[in-house]
């Protein structure tokens, strides 16, 4: 049962951590229309998340709520990968992060739709729609990036650099993770990874060392603002509603 | 009062989806069961996305309007599986999302996939019917709908995306 609220827990952190942090582009998009885009695939990623607390706190209980348990854990209770909590940056690390977590949760959502868990099957199922989505909105920005100007290459190039490092920690299977194929996940996405950046024109860097640590509620440094805010409302004003 | 379980339908169609006022969530499909035991009813909805802010405003809504109609308990389920789909929606439904200014979904799935730089999917244009339409976002003023304009009346319309 514990393991099965850990990776609930792993599936909503993720995905409410990246919508966190999508979600400020929110009025700053380099235009109208993919200010509005990152900010769909935010409401996406965080209607996800509810979806999964809700799961967590039914199988939690003891009082717990979708609230609590977005707005009420700590920092070290958190179970989201380090690349969900990467700063935006400029455009193209933001495009590259969500490229390279939804092309994660493309493959693992369709695993999931096939495992004995029904609810958990029952939300990947719906959110594999949206996730086709995402995935293809970010895989035509990498490569319009990539294959573009000058610039838009160096930056793309740029944020390669920054993000690379936190891609391994996908595929380092936790306590939690135990029955999942991390394996064939990774083969499929480093396969899809790799066609797309060779369509921009960039080189998947070989030999990086690669940081871990989320899964466990080893944090980077940004975590800590990212919470802050997020539960601003709740630790100010306790127990507050709409 | 004596419950009846078409009465009840007919009522839902009373409530319109908050965002596109027109539409009742009957004829966007999101109502997927109707159950009563006494002076109880027990509505089960679906979302169209599972971000829909909407949601917590139709429930409300469901209740109010129940309520007033006598039933003395009214609860409302939300399930997600099956997955919505835009197949759901009404023809009646269809229709006046059209009439409203919105391209109503096409029959068939051709967005949900994960081909890149795929051809615009041809959509009418709701307000002189050409075709001659191109997409300007793949994402629109809600998670449900895309942005589109049309190349003959020059109006851009949203589209209400096949899901």
Known sequence: MNSIINYTLYLADNALILGQRNSAWCGHGPVLEQDIAITNISLDLIGQARSFYQYAAELTGNGATEDSLAYLRTEREFKNVLLTEQPNGDWAQTILRQFFF???QFYLYQALVNQPDTRIAAIAEKSLKEVSYHLRWSSEWVIRLGDG???????LHKALEALWCYTGELFMPA????????VGLKNDWSTKVKTILEEATLAVPDNVFMHSGGKTGNHTE????????LQYMQRAYPDSEW | MTPDIQKTWSYLEEIKDPEIPVLSIVDLGIVREVAIDDEAVTVTITPTYTGCPA???????IKMELMARGFAEVLVKFVISPAWTTDWMTEKGKLQLKEYGIAPPNPRQQVCNDKLFAPDEAVQCPHCE??????ISEFGSTA???????????EPFDYFKCH
């Open chain 2, 144 to 154: 449900c709908k895309a942005l589109y304009q049309c190349e003959d009346c020059k």
């Open chain 1, 222 to 229: 940004q975590m800590g603002f990212i919470l802050t805010e």
């Open chain 1, 175 to 182: 306590e939690f993770e135990a029955g999942i194929d991390l």
């Open chain 1, 149 to 155: 100007t000058e610039e838009s290459n160096r930056r």
């Open chain 2, 55 to 61: 949601m917590d405003m139709i429930a409300a809504s």
């Open chain 1, 102 to 104: 939804s092309t994660y």
């Open chain 2, 130 to 135: 050409s075709w001659h339409t191109r997409r």
